[in-house]
Each structure stands twice: as structure tokens, then as C-alpha cells.
């Protein structure tokens, strides 16, 4: 077995269905398995990949077990030399786990690697970064990496810069496609399940670079990103959620200095944007419900921050 493709999904139903086509459409040369671990869906998703996808094997949960936990469960059943971890809002383009398969194979000392990414529209998305820090941090809060994108200082960690043009060892592959050696895998272990959501991918990357594994972006196959598809609803909170997976994982890998650094940066993130989002909701009467909804969610992070650390 070549690859085991590991699919964890959650009310994600027809996106799914698209994911799981093209990767049959596109995945003919190596032998390969799917894995897909629905999260308690409740919109027919386990029924549709029974109907529809009756190769691929299916694990369903009772209730929603989170991202790295559902993902560690697929993994745990895997039987290929390698495993990647696949959103199931992407979209496999010309041969693209192929490609990555037989890019893996030459590139013994890689222990993760990703894909360039698009988004729907043809755009290049810019998936992999750096390891949050003190300095990411306070960029962030101060919109700094938005304002100037092109900057690799201020955009140094999403690294908006770069172009994603040639192969590069990175600190972070984005979790949407993440392909993992079997051996790597062996050595360092499974993702942490207590980061529910979020960061679990950016802990994993940094377990495997402390192992003396490589994290390679190699731009010789692309993927469609739809992104978010299971959150977007609940864009807001998962924003908080982003950010307080962010502070789990400086906690637990960066010590208590930088974990009150990012605390603090991570205060002021929530702090300025609850006076913007409060002048939009005052003077934008069509953009009241997002703004409340923004100014709720920022609101209970603030404070998630400052009393629950």
C-alpha cells in the first residue's frame, strides 16, 4: 500500500463528495486507501459515502471527537507507507498525490511535505508558515502582516512573500494536505489531541523537525482549497479558537516567557478590533449582524485570554 488518504469530515456532504471523486479520478498510479472519519455529521454524509464511495472505508463517530483526535483514529487504521492527511474541502487536480508520492520517494530525509494550493478561483493560497512566536504574534495583533504583505519581515509568517515556487524547507505545511513518511510517523508519533482545533498540524510539524525530520513544501503537484467549508458559519468563533489553539501551543513548546509574551499580544489582537467592529456596526447598518457577531466572539476571547490561562 502506497498511501492511505485520511479524511476527517464534519456536515461537509457534498464538498465531500467531490473531494472523494477526484481523488479516484486522479489517483491511478500507486495503491491507495481512503479513510474517511465522519465527526457525528448530521447532514448524510456517512450515508452518501456508503452509497456513493463504497471502497473507501468509513469510521463514524457518535459525537464530534475534534480534528487531531479523528485524524489520529484514521491513522491508527492506515496501512500505507505513507499517510496523507486530506481536507475534505479540497479538490485533487491532475495526478497530484501521485506526484507528491513519487517526490517523497527521492526525498528520503523529508518527514512531511505539502502542495501548492488554490483557491477556487485559480489564486495561489498561501499555505505554509512559520511557528507562532512572540514577534509573529505582536505583527499579527497590529495587522501589521496584512498591511504590507510583501513585506518578509512584517508578512514573515505567513510568508505572503513567497510565491510558493520552488521547493523549500518550511516550519509549517498547511493541515490541508499534509503527507506524512510511515517511518516519521513511527518515530514521533501521532497528533496531539489536545488541540481540538486548530495548531495540531503547526505542534506535529514541530515534533517532527525536533526529530530530525524535514518539512518540505514541494510545488510539483496543486490542490483546490475551498477552505473553512466546516466552519464557516462560525467563522468568529473559530478565529478565537485559532487563537487559543495558538496559545496552547506556545505554552506547551515555547515555556512560560514566551507564553506570557503571547498573551499579552494575543490580549491586544482581541483589544483593537472590538473598537473597529463596533464603529462598522454603528455606522454600516447592512454589516450589523456580522459585526455583533465579531464583537460577541472577540469579546468572549478577550476574556477566554485573560481568565482562563
Request: aromatic share 12%.
Amino acid at each position: 500500500m502506497d498511501v492511505t488518504i485520511v479524511i476527517v469530515n464534519w456536515n461537509t456532504r457534498d464538498i465531500l463528495r467531490h473531494c472523494l471523486r477526484t481523488i479516484y479520478e486522479q489517483t491511478r498510479g500507486i495503491e491507495f486507501e481512503v479513510i474517511v472519519v465522519d465527526n457525528a455529521s448530521i447532514d448524510g454524509s456517512a450515508e452518501m459515502v456508503r452509497q456513493d464511495f463504497p471502497q473507501a472505508i468509513l469510521q463514524v463517530n457518535r459525537t464530534n471527537a475534534g480534528y487531531a483526535a479523528a485524524n489520529n483514529q484514521g491513522m491508527k487504521a492506515s496501512r500505507g507507507r505513507y499517510v496523507l492527511v486530506l481536507n475534505s474541502d479540497t479538490l485533487i487536480l491532475d495526478r497530484a498525490i501521485e506526484k507528491m508520492v513519487d517526490f517523497a520517494d527521492a526525498h528520503p530525509q523529508a518527514g512531511v511535505l505539502g502542495c501548492r494550493v488554490r483557491n477556487p478561483d485559480g489564486t495561489l493560497q498561501p499555505t505554509c508558515f512559520m511557528f507562532p512566536s512572540a514577534l509573529n504574534s505582536l505583527l499579527s495583533a497590529l495587522y501589521l502582516n496584512k498591511l504590507f504583505p510583501h513585506s518578509r519581515f512584517f508578512s514573515r509568517e505567513v510568508m505572503t512573500w513567497w510565491d510558493r515556487g520552488d521547493v523549500r524547507e518550511v516550519e509549517v505545511v498547511t493541515g490541508c494536505f499534509m503527507l506524512v513518511r510511515r517511518e516519521a510517523l513511527d518515530e514521533v508519533g501521532w497528533m496531539d489531541e489536545r488541540f481540538f482545533m486548530y495548531a495540531e498540524e503547526t505542534d506535529w510539524c514541530y515534533r517532527f523537525r525536533k526529530a530530525g525530520w524535514q518539512v518540505l513544501f514541494a510545488p510539483v503537484a496543486e490542490i483546490v482549497h475551498l477552505g473553512g467549508q466546516s466552519t464557516a458559519k462560525r467563522s468568529a468563533e473559530m478565529l478565537v479558537q485559532l487563537r487559543l489553539s495558538i496559545l496552547k501551543f506556545v505554552r506547551k513548546n515555547q515555556g512560560p516567557v514566551a507564553w506570557a509574551v503571547v498573551c499579552f499580544n494575543t490580549v491586544l489582537f482581541f483589544a483593537l478590533r472590538l473598537p473597529v467592529w463596533a464603529v462598522i456596526r454603528l455606522l454600516m447598518p447592512e454589516r450589523r449582524q456580522q459585526a455583533s457577531i465579531r464583537m460577541r466572539a472577540y469579546w468572549q476571547g478577550l476574556r477566554r485570554v485573560v481568565f482562563s490561562q
